[in-house]
């Protein structure tokens, strides 16, 4: 995670508005972001939040 902000409430915050806003799925994001998508959903996990691909965004 390179450029991403590293704050977990941030990077929540920073994600879902990605999502919204340009990417169908997170797959998609990591992809373009070039990102391990296993790192995001594990440091958002540490804070409760758990990506749900039915409304695409973490909850």
Do not use: G, V, W
Not at 9 to 38: K, V
């Amino acid at each position: 995670m390179n450029t991403l902000p590293q704050d977990p409430m941030i990077l929540l915050s920073y994600l879902n508005t990605q999502l919204r806003d340009f990417y169908p799925n997170l797959h998609d994001l990591c992809l373009a972001l070039n990102i391990n998508e296993e790192e995001i959903r594990q440091k958002l996990e540490s804070i409760d939040y758990i990506y749900n691909p039915e409304t695409n965004r973490f909850e």
